[in-house]
């Protein structure tokens, strides 16, 4: 209802040209809905995270997979690595810390998946597929390499939950593959842009041998003599 009243109006909310910021599949599903009438920046959600390491305490990797998998039962929570021993300590831990937790438990069990990787390079291209929202890696060497998501994080001492509440700068960031195409939600989604010519007419004499030709060559004879009446 509130997305609808500002795409659209109402006696006391005015139409906005454009809506921004991350919601629910119920909020997903309303700007779709309105998107023919009204710009949004992107689809904001279900939340996702995917961890990549081969090392490190294995409590600290499941408790990031578990806050993801806390937002909603449509969380997606990811971890991929390249040691088997690790997966497996990992996996124990995350057993053993969503016990009792309805929300997390649902949504591991939908959503979750622990992925073994050959190496580091086919981890970094398995996550590079997903196009996370969330990319946590152990160390800097993961991404010296190119990178698809939305935030990154990284080293141990990087929990993802500090990005929601204290990092920033911004927290409203693309889900479902949209980090392949953008980045999140920033002062460039409240600007308008626009380009501004002016030409002199000796300017436009010089790119007219340009333009005429194309304009014949898409047989838009009229654009063509715009130019040459000017001439």
Known sequence: HAVAALAYGTPSIPRVDKIVGPGNKWVAQAKAQVTADCAIDFYAGPTEIVVVAASGNPKWVAADLIAQAEHDPDARSVFITWKKGFASRVSKAVDSLARGRDIVTTSLAAHGAIVIARDADEAMT??????????????????QRTVIAGAVFVGPHTAQAAGDYATGSNHVLPTAGAARFRGGLSAADFVRVMA??????DGLARLAPTIVP??????LRAHAESVQVRL
């Open 196 to 201: 501004v010519q002016r030409l002199t007419a």
């Open 126 to 143: 398995i996550s590079n597929r997903f196009a996370p929202e969330h990319l946590v890696v152990e160390s800097d060497a993961l991404i």
């Open 214 to 219: 194309l304009a014949k060559a898409e047989g």
